[in-house]
């Protein structure tokens, strides 16, 4: 972990390190596997340590912090569109795909009452649970739901997710003080959050049992 926040570290102040951030947020949609919330928990840490951006060339590191921010979150949505539109142009191939999976047709179903009510919370707390931004994209593109009805709230999750996780890295720093511990803290919270989210989803009504 300290070889990681060392080699994160050497990039926060570079424009390198929003490349690598917005890729790794974007291509999560596709591959929930890409640990892009840690590197933006690592990177923040680093920022606060007081390497890379960190070393006078902006006070503070506040336009640093704000720009990761706004990366990560850009890259959220985008991603997000990407995956909408892909599955909105699925055709029937898509459709049946996630006919045959439980998960996503509940997932779908659920995701579409709760847009109909205007309550697309569920849109961001997904986006803290696993693979939840995953099952969220692709569902409302295959739903065919408005694209006003999903924009707003992929918006919302993506500022969301990403505030928290810069919050995590770099306040962490502050308050612990040395690095690695805050990055072990701090991407232990990340998890908990996302342990949470999951829970939250599944504890969510299904649209019979709403009405």
Known sequence: MLESV???GSLTGTPWIYVVVAASVLLDVFLPVLPSGVLIVTAATAAAAGTGAATGHVPQNVPDILALT????TASVLGDLVAYRLARHGGERLDRAISRSRRLSRAQER???????GGGALVVLARFAPAGRSVVSFSAGAAHRRVRE?????????LSWAAYSVALG????????????????????LFAAGAGAAYLMRRTPKPAEAS
């Open 111 to 117: 995701l579409g009452a709760a847009l109909s009510r």
């Open 170 to 189: 770099y306040f962490g720093t502050r308050w612990l003080g040395a690095a690695w511990m805050a990055t072990g803290v701090s991407v232990a919270a």
């Open 150 to 158: 999903f924009l707003p709230w992929s918006a919302l999750a993506g």
């Open 6 to 8: 060392a080699r994160v």
């Open 70 to 73: 706004l990366c990560a979150a």
